[in-house]
């Protein structure tokens, strides 16, 4: 089993429309955990970091769940430059300490 | 502005030439740096932890002595690829944390490389 698992799509959405990724881990003890945007053929960037009680950056929310290792992406009324690849990232071990990235589920909304 | 400075982006050249790629950090001093490389379609893979002063640590499967690593100073870490053939082909990414920063706060990564053995 993969350590992080998500639905590598791809989502091809409408302006406007929501949008939900879903992300599974496998290691009970992680302890951060993170969605990351990637373009194409470019670096990963920071999206939002997921707290234990869900948290929102205007139009993202993102929540964390414990018991079923489970972590969410909700994007609101997408806009073209919302697609990207989206990476569910876990840091495992905490702090300065390496992270385990999803494969990736690709979104693209359409005009 | 970037925090993470990776050079080179782009590399073209023959298999058999050893490549070196380098990862500085510029707002701040990382003892630790991590190498990703990334295949088409495929997600990130941690390949080794670089330690300043000291050895890095690789991951299962990753051949030290064809990915050399030396973290020589708290600001910059460089991987070699010695005898680069085609299927070294990849996306190869340095990233670093800000040891200051808040716990929530991850890594930054550098740009990437984009090496291509012909």
């Known amino acids: 089993r993969k350590e992080v698992e998500q639905d590598p799509g791809p989502f091809n959405v409408p302006e406007g429309a929501t949008v939900a990724f879903n992300c599974t881990y496998s290691?009970?003890?992680?302890?951060?955990f993170f969605w990351y945007r990637q373009d194409c053929r470019k670096e990963p960037k920071l999206l939002m970091s997921v707290y234990s009680s869900g948290n929102e950056d205007g139009r993202f929310t993102a929540q964390l769940n414990r018991a079923s290792q489970y972590i969410s992406l909700l994007i609101r009324d997408s806009k073209l430059s919302d697609s990207a690849t989206y990476l569910c990232v876990v840091n495992p071990f905490g702090s300065a300490r390496q992270l385990t990235f999803g494969s990736g589920t690709q979104l693209t909304v359409l005009p | 502005g970037a925090v993470v400075s990776q050079h080179p982006s782009r590399v073209i050249c023959k298999s058999g030439t050893s490549v070196k790629i380098e990862c500085r950090s510029l707002?701040?001093?990382?003892?630790?740096m991590f190498w990703y490389r990334q295949f088409p379609k495929q997600s990130l893979m941690l390949m080794a932890t670089s330690n300043e002063g000291s050895k890095a640590t690789y991951e299962q499967g990753v051949e030290k002595d064809k990915f050399l690593i030396n973290h020589a100073s708290l600001t910059l870490s460089t991987l070699t690829v010695t005898s680069a053939h085609p299927e070294d082909s990849s996306f190869y990414i340095c990233?670093?944390?800000?040891?200051?920063?808040?716990?929530?706060?991850?890594?930054?990564f550098g740009d990437g490389t984009r090496l291509s053995i012909l």
């Open positions: 707002d701040f001093q990382a003892t630790t």
């Open positions: 290691n009970s003890a992680s302890q951060s």
């Open positions: 990233s670093a944390r800000d040891p200051d920063a808040g716990s929530n706060q991850p890594q930054h």
